[in-house]
């Protein structure tokens, strides 16, 4: 049966390579045109499930024995396009999560995705969802973002929250950038919480907050973004505006925030909500881990199943920080069964944090048992595949 036109688009000139694993022929032929307008060439998948097709352009071997894997285009591509069913294809043929994958939805096509749907996504890494052909220009842009951190590793996303009000969270999620050895991003997602720009007495310094980012819908230059942002040392952050109505941040303003870091090759952790709303589901599915600060108490595990029940189908990995003291005896197993998720770390109560943080905001010592757990996280085979530092028990 002869092949559509255009589908052997892969030239001999082509240094890069987007692979495409799409059925809707509306879908591949906008994915088809931006790429080729980009530069890029492109290998289309059903030239592998075919049995009697063949590789096209400078990928054609000069024995059918010589053609790459499907697996090894997975692993070597800078992008890959999918659209729904093309993922489903992924998770069944066992590839594995990587950087760089875009899906793609007709007009229309903006409707959550059905729970089967958006684990696969999950699951792979997508990073970015395009309705085409309306988003084709921020799509391009994407792309171009995708190719220029090619060969260096992409930042890692971390997003954290609480079983319970007063868990914790947003202490912790600052500790992680504090404890982090080189530049990080702390994005305040928490419209209602006491502010990441408080907790390090830094509500008063200049820089952007989120209604001054609002409107963007496009890509941010990586070292544009961190310029702009206020930090303290090598921290940046982004929080709400002191005295303004709350309100969520706007989704497309925080895609373009965790792109851009993560373009950078820099670490982001998201102060969670508790509660799902748009922004907060994004965050979850661009995070590399998700983590959850349950206090060790039966109340705190009884609020973390209810947080569980929202934030697991979304997120591609998640585990807990079990935070003493745990005034009932209740062991950390028996908090990580109650929970049904792995102890990433336990930590003991942080000595005169209150009055510290009244008086010069968070500070991390050597011995503190913040920056432990906050290290546990960072060598999280989710953050750092070549790290592993096993988690202590003591509460």
Same mark, same amino acid.
């Given at each position: 049966m002869p092949k559509p036109p255009g589908t052997d688009l892969v030239h001999p000139a082509h240094a890069e390579v987007a692979l495409a694993r799409i059925d809707d022929p509306e879908l591949l032929a906008s994915a088809r045109r931006i790429t080729a307008s980009l530069g890029l060439g492109i290998v289309e998948t059903h030239q592998y499930d075919d049995p009697g097709s063949t590789l096209p352009g400078a990928l054609a071997p000069s024995s059918t024995s010589e053609a790459p894997s499907l697996r090894k285009l997975w692993e070597s591509a800078r992008l890959v396009i999918l659209d729904d069913?093309?993922? &489903? &294809? !992924?998770?069944e043929d066992g590839l594995g999560r990587r950087g760089g994958i875009i899906s793609v939805v007709g007009r229309g096509g903006t409707a959550p995705p059905s729970p089967d749907a958006w684990r696969d996504h999950v699951a792979l890494g997508t990073e970015h969802v395009f309705e085409l052909p309306d988003d084709e220009h921020a799509m391009m842009q994407a792309i171009s973002g995708i190719r220029a951190r090619s060969g260096t590793n992409p930042g890692r996303t971390i997003a954290v929250t609480g079983a319970c009000g007063g868990a914790g969270a947003t202490v912790f999620a600052s500790a992680l950038a504090l404890a982090h050895a080189k530049e990080a991003l702390v994005v305040d997602l928490d419209s209602h919480g006491c502010g990441i720009d408080l907790l390090l007495s830094a509500e008063n310094d200049p820089g952007p907050r989120w209604n001054d980012i609002a409107a963007i819908t496009g890509s941010i230059a990586p070292e544009a973004l961190w310029s702009a942002l206020p930090s303290r040392g090598a921290t940046a952050f982004l929080a709400h505006q002191r005295g303004a109505e709350p309100a969520?941040? +706007?989704?497309? %303003?925080?895609?373009?925030? /965790?792109?851009?870091? &993560?373009?950078?090759?820099? /670490?982001?952790? !998201?102060?969670?909500?508790?509660?799902?709303?748009?922004?907060? #589901?994004?965050a979850l599915a661009a995070a590399d881990l998700t983590v959850i600060v349950v206090?060790?108490?039966? =109340?705190?595990?009884?609020?973390?199943?209810?947080v569980m029940r929202w934030a697991r189908p979304r997120s591609r990995d998640i585990g807990i920080?079990?935070?003493?003291?745990?005034? $009932?005896?209740? %062991?950390? #197993? #028996?908090? +990580?069964?109650? !929970?049904?998720?792995?102890?990433? %770390?336990?930590? =003991?109560?942080?000595? =005169? /944090?209150? $009055? &510290?943080?009244?008086?010069?905001?968070?500070? /991390? $010592?050597?011995? +503190?048992?913040? =920056?432990? %757990?906050?290290? $546990?996280?960072l060598a999280d085979p989710s953050i750092d595949p070549g790290s592993y530092i096993a988690p202590g028990r003591t509460l």
């Amino acid at each position: 049966m002869p092949k559509p036109p255009g589908t052997d688009l892969v030239h001999p000139a082509h240094a890069e390579v987007a692979l495409a694993r799409i059925d809707d022929p509306e879908l591949l032929a906008s994915a088809r045109r931006i790429t080729a307008s980009l530069g890029l060439g492109i290998v289309e998948t059903h030239q592998y499930d075919d049995p009697g097709s063949t590789l096209p352009g400078a990928l054609a071997p000069s024995s059918t024995s010589e053609a790459p894997s499907l697996r090894k285009l997975w692993e070597s591509a800078r992008l890959v396009i999918l659209d729904d069913h093309g993922a &489903r &294809r !992924c998770r069944e043929d066992g590839l594995g999560r990587r950087g760089g994958i875009i899906s793609v939805v007709g007009r229309g096509g903006t409707a959550p995705p059905s729970p089967d749907a958006w684990r696969d996504h999950v699951a792979l890494g997508t990073e970015h969802v395009f309705e085409l052909p309306d988003d084709e220009h921020a799509m391009m842009q994407a792309i171009s973002g995708i190719r220029a951190r090619s060969g260096t590793n992409p930042g890692r996303t971390i997003a954290v929250t609480g079983a319970c009000g007063g868990a914790g969270a947003t202490v912790f999620a600052s500790a992680l950038a504090l404890a982090h050895a080189k530049e990080a991003l702390v994005v305040d997602l928490d419209s209602h919480g006491c502010g990441i720009d408080l907790l390090l007495s830094a509500e008063n310094d200049p820089g952007p907050r989120w209604n001054d980012i609002a409107a963007i819908t496009g890509s941010i230059a990586p070292e544009a973004l961190w310029s702009a942002l206020p930090s303290r040392g090598a921290t940046a952050f982004l929080a709400h505006q002191r005295g303004a109505e709350p309100a969520p941040p +706007s989704p497309r %303003a925080l895609e373009a925030i /965790l792109a851009s870091a &993560r373009d950078s090759g820099r /670490l982001t952790v !998201c102060d969670m909500p508790r509660a799902g709303d748009e922004s907060a #589901t994004l965050a979850l599915a661009a995070a590399d881990l998700t983590v959850i600060v349950v206090p060790a108490n039966l =109340r705190a595990c009884a609020a973390a199943q209810k947080v569980m029940r929202w934030a697991r189908p979304r997120s591609r990995d998640i585990g807990i920080i079990v935070r003493g003291p745990a005034p $009932s005896g209740l %062991a950390v #197993t #028996t908090i +990580s069964q109650a !929970c049904d998720a792995r102890v990433i %770390a336990t930590m =003991r109560p942080e000595p =005169r /944090l209150d $009055s &510290r943080l009244d008086a010069h905001g968070l500070r /991390l $010592s050597v011995r +503190s048992p913040l =920056r432990k %757990a906050a290290l $546990s996280v960072l060598a999280d085979p989710s953050i750092d595949p070549g790290s592993y530092i096993a988690p202590g028990r003591t509460l």
